[in-house]
Each structure stands twice: as structure tokens, then as C-alpha cells.
């Protein structure tokens, strides 16, 4: 990804600190938000996603939608759609799933392994990167849209505070 509004930040991380950091960006996600989320297998993406939820105020389970591709979350401010491209065999399959109808700017979508989906995926305006696993991991971010640098500043000010 290449463009203007591509800057990156990053920090090192425990389970809590991974809490907080996504705590910090459900305070400031609005609709139409789209993330990208990426990381190798077991560095936390879900774990991400459902630390967002809960900070969202998410009581019930969250499910990881490896098998089901796509788990959506009604909320109080905006449905969360939480998307898993790993075992996609084409990007094209999104298209079969309506990928266009989860976009529809009154929803919050989060995107595991976005490059399985290229091509059908809407361009994000924050890219989140975990790297490792266990009590430590890298946590880095990438502001990809005016939207994403206003997420990208609450990420700046709870990493600051970490």
C-alpha cells in the first residue's frame, strides 16, 4: 500500500497492553471504518478483534469466522462484520458471500489476511500488523485514509501511555 496518508507506528506488547490499544480504537471507531488485520497464524488477530468487541461492549461469545468466513456483531452504534479470508481458495468467493453488501458505510468491518481477498476488498483506513505470540508481541499501525490517521492518533496516544 502506497499513498499519502501511509504512516506507521508500532510497539511492544503484552495480552493487556493488545486490550488496551484496541480499547483505545472502539473508542474512536465510527461507521464505515474498514481494518485490515495481519499477522502470521496464533499472533492475535482474533484475540484483537475480540478485545475491540468486549471494549465495544460485546457480552456474548466471539466466535473466529475461519470456518464461517464472515461473523457479524450488532451493536449499539454499528454492526461490526469480522472477516477471516485464510481458507479462501479465490477471492473471487468473496464475491459469491455479497462482500459488497458488508460494505455498506453503517458498518465496521475487520479484515484477517486481507491479501487472500484482493481485489474485492475495500481499500482500509487502518492497517493493525501483529507480529509473535505469547506475552509479547508487535503491534504496529498504519493510517491509509484521513479516517484511519483520526484511529491512528487514539493508537498514538494509548501507545504513549503504555
Known amino acids: 500500500m502506497t499513498g499519502r496518508w501511509m504512516t506507521e507506528r508500532g510497539l ?7 486490550e488496551a490499544m484496541a480499547g483505545a480504537l472502539a473508542r474512536v471507531l465510527e461507521p464505515g471504518t474498514v481494518l485490515f ?4 497464524l496464533g ?3 482474533t484475540t484483537f478483534v475480540r478485545a475491540l468487541l468486549r471494549a465495544l461492549g460485546w457480552q456474548q461469545a466471539v466466535k473466529s469466522p475461519t470456518y464461517t468466513i464472515v461473523e457479524s456483531y450488532p451493536l449499539a452504534q454499528f454492526t461490526l462484520h469480522h472477516f477471516d479470508c485464510y481458507r ?14 458488508y ?5 465496521v468491518v475487520a479484515v484477517e489476511w486481507p491479501d487472500k481477498g ?3 476488498l475495500s481499500t ?19 493510517a491509509c485514509s484521513k479516517r484511519g490517521e483520526r484511529l491512528q492518533k487514539a493508537f498514538d496516544c494509548a501507545g504513549k501511555a503504555r
Open 37 to 40: 488485520l495481519q499477522g502470521d
Open 103 to 107: 460494505f455498506d458505510g453503517d458498518s
Open 88 to 101: 479462501l481458495a479465490d477471492p473471487q468467493e468473496l464475491q459469491l458471500l455479497g462482500i459488497r453488501d
Open 124 to 142: 482500509p483506513d487502518l492497517v493493525v500488523a501483529l507480529e509473535g505470540s505469547g506475552a509479547s508481541r508487535q503491534l504496529q499501525w498504519q
Open 43 to 45: 499472533a492475535g488477530k
Open 12 to 18: 511492544r506488547v503484552d495480552e493487556a497492553g493488545l
Open 118 to 120: 484482493a481485489g474485492y
